[in-house]
């Protein structure tokens, strides 16, 4: 193991505990890596999606294509994140102490957490109506407590949502290694088995009438480039979240390799055929039903068999909360740890998650289009930019020289201290970027750039961020001869050139 610094006497309370510093066991190998793209891949959500560009009218050989190129580039960006992620060792929050300033981090992790808990409350509340649906089938006297209620939901309806959240509370409060061995073992391969099934069993009975070729909607070629071009963008913007903070999880791999091979399979291998079986499903789905069917569950209800209808609600709940546990519970249990760390640590960050997410009333959230559109869609708008300035500042301007200790310095003195604990070049970076990427994405004017809106954020923020910055980028033969091989993503050429691996933890004061 190789030490940047010697290890600081004593990290400042305001900014230090056990759960933010540097990662001391490192057990996420490369399979576990690509069972947490499997937990987030295999979501209710993802499936929609791929079947959606089907039923838009692409040909399903384009949205293969398209679903690719998506996911290539996700990757490029999610191995640079995770070298800067497995070689400090510290979650997302931490890391952005770094461009935005100790405290500066704050705004990035609060708005990167809003989403999160608003996300958190809804696919708990929709893992919650597969379990109404399993409860009816199992027991249908239970009908009587489908009625009524209390804000919106029935009785069973707070019953289930109740269930699923403590569920969910128990899991994920035992800490990161517990869920690493969850989804090692659950909520990735459980959700392929049920495909798998239900993709045969569609296969057969449309007796082999499905074409890869055809549009369903008779899409001219130019219209179907466009749809294929938004459809590239939509899923990168679908992972920005976790490019974000993937250093949560890149922090506990035992080397490079163990992440870059986890993305691969886990990304463009795993992604990519998740999409071709959703594809495939939905085009049996107009060969036997009649109509083309892009929501899995509407496809166990209407095989119509109550076998089918258990083990497909018990499959897509596990497969919600493997998705909640990557992109909505991890981030923000480490965001709320880190706005007070003499407090909070990541279980009690992530209680303070779950509790908001019943506080929010996720049903109404998903049953109001504008807030959706407008509050979590304009959040959603700032992913780039804040991807933006992370990546410049550790590439292009520090050349991937983190000063670790300095991380939990308060000193006015410090690394990362700029301005009262703020970096005002991130800030005048990430605020005209942010808002031009959100009028982009929100303006009925700009509709047809809107899936782009974040390619706009990312690049205006990164360059705004590196003009302003260039005059503190580290120079030097060492410094010239490490950017080129970490932009490659050549981890072991970087630290040939002198750019050392993860650092020993920081001593608790």
Not at 156 to 170: C, N, P, T, Y
Not at 289 to 299: H, K, R, T
Not at 384 to 398: C, E, H, K, N
Not at 472 to 492: K, N, T
Request: charged content about 15%.
């Amino acid at each position: 193991m190789h030490v940047t610094n010697p290890p600081s006497p004593s990290p400042d309370p305001r900014l230090y505990n056990a759960d933010l510093a540097p990662a001391a066991e490192r057990r996420w190998g490369a399979y576990s890596i690509f069972a947490l793209w499997m937990s987030d891949t295999h979501a209710i959500s993802n499936y929609a999606f791929a079947a959606s560009l089907f039923v838009l009218g692409l040909p399903p050989w384009e949205v293969f294509l398209a679903l690719l190129a998506g996911v290539c580039v996700l990757q490029w960006l999610m191995n640079r994140m995770g070298h800067a992620g497995h070689r400090t060792g510290v979650p997302f929050p931490v890391l952005a102490r770094a461009s935005w300033g100790v405290y500066g981090a704050n705004i990035p992790a609060l708005l990167r957490a809003m989403m999160a808990v608003a996300w958190y409350g809804i696919q708990t509340w929709l893992a919650s109506k597969a379990l109404v649906l399993l409860a009816l089938q199992i027991s249908p006297g239970l009908e009587s407590l489908d009625t009524g209620g209390l804000l919106g939901q029935t009785r069973l309806g707070w019953i289930s949502f109740l269930v699923m959240w403590g569920a969910q509370a128990v899991l994920l409060t035992r800490g990161m290694e517990f869920i690493r061995k969850v989804q090692d073992i659950a909520t990735g391969p459980v959700v392929w088995v049920v495909m798998l099934a239900l993709a045969a069993w569609l296969l057969v009975k449309a007796g082999g009438d499905i074409s890869l070729t055809k549009s369903v909607t008779g899409l001219s070629a130019g219209e179907q480039f466009h749809e294929s071009a938004v459809a590239v963008s939509l899923t990168v913007t679908t992972f920005l979240t976790l490019v974000l903070n993937y250093a949560d999880f890149a922090r506990f791999t035992p080397d490079h390799r163990a992440y870059r091979r986890g993305n691969l399979w886990g990304l463009p291998v795993n992604f990519t055929a998740f999409a071709v079986a959703a594809v495939l499903m939905t085009a049996g789905t107009v060969s036997v039903f009649g109509d083309a069917v892009s929501d899995p569950v509407e496809v166990i209800h209407r095989i119509d068999n109550p076998w089918v209808t258990v083990i497909g609600a018990v499959s897509f709940m596990i497969a919600t909360i493997g998705i909640n546990v990557v992109a909505n519970f991890v981030s923000p249990a480490y965001d709320f740890a880190n706005l007070l760390p003499k407090y909070l640590d990541f279980k009690r960050g992530g209680m303070v998650t779950a509790l908001l997410a019943i506080a929010v009333l996720p049903w109404k959230l998903y049953s109001t289009p504008v807030i959706i559109q407008y509050f979590l869609g304009g959040l959603g708008a700032f992913l780039g930019p804040m991807v933006a300035v992370l990546l410049v500042d550790y590439y292009l301007i520090r050349r991937g020289r983190i000063d670790v200790d300095a991380l939990f310095s308060a000193e006015r003195s410090g690394a990362y201290h700029f301005r009262r604990g703020f970096n005002p070049e991130a800030i005048v970076a990430f605020v005209p970027s942010a808002v031009v990427s959100a009028v982009l994405a929100l303006v009925p004017a700009f509709s047809d750039v809107a899936p782009f809106a974040w390619v706009f954020g990312l690049l205006l923020a990164g360059g705004i961020y590196y003009v302003r910055s260039a005059g503190r980028r580290e120079e030097g033969p060492v410094a010239d001869e490490v950017i080129p091989a970490l932009v490659r993503g050549d981890a072991v050429e970087a630290e040939k050139a002198g750019l050392p691996d993860h650092p020993a933890p920081v001593r608790g004061g």
